[in-house]
């Protein structure tokens, strides 16, 4: 089993900038990835960015891509997602994920799920 932890929501001004941790304990893999999604009220859940834990390669949807900076430290076991010129759209429920395998942008490919954490982007 793992366990994912999130942190660093909260409510913000339209144009500022939040930064989420999501903390991994227990099993690990010898090559995984971490997502991040978020889920708006009455939508789907969607990807958001994805690293390889092993080479560092990361991913965006087009939606975040030049906004949203996802890292990791691999000392702490930790993923950041920095979430800088935040706007109304963004707000949701941000969850962390992580796969036994390499990145994938699809919610249904990962195996292990954080319990979320509310952004909310005021105008």
């Known amino acids: 089993q793992v366990q994912l932890v999130e942190s660093g929501g909260g409510l913000v001004q339209a144009g500022g900038s939040l930064r989420l941790s999501c903390a991994a304990s227990?099993?690990?893999?010898?090559?995984?990835?971490m997502g991040w999604f978020r889920q708006a009220p009455r939508k789907e859940r969607e990807f958001v960015a994805a690293?390889?834990?092993?080479?560092?390669?990361?991913y965006y949807a087009g939606a975040v891509k030049g906004r949203f900076t996802i890292s990791r430290d691999s000392a702490k076991n930790t993923v950041y997602l920095q979430m800088n010129s935040l706007k109304p759209e963004d707000t949701a429920v941000y969850y962390c994920?992580?796969?036994?395998?390499?990145?994938?942008?699809?919610?249904?490919?990962?195996?292990?799920w954080g319990q979320g954490t509310q952004v909310t982007v005021s105008s």
């Open positions: 994920a992580v796969r036994n395998l390499g990145v994938s942008t699809t919610v249904w490919a990962y195996d292990y």
């Open positions: 690293i390889s834990w092993s080479s560092g390669v990361t």
């Open positions: 227990g099993r690990t893999f010898s090559n995984y990835a």
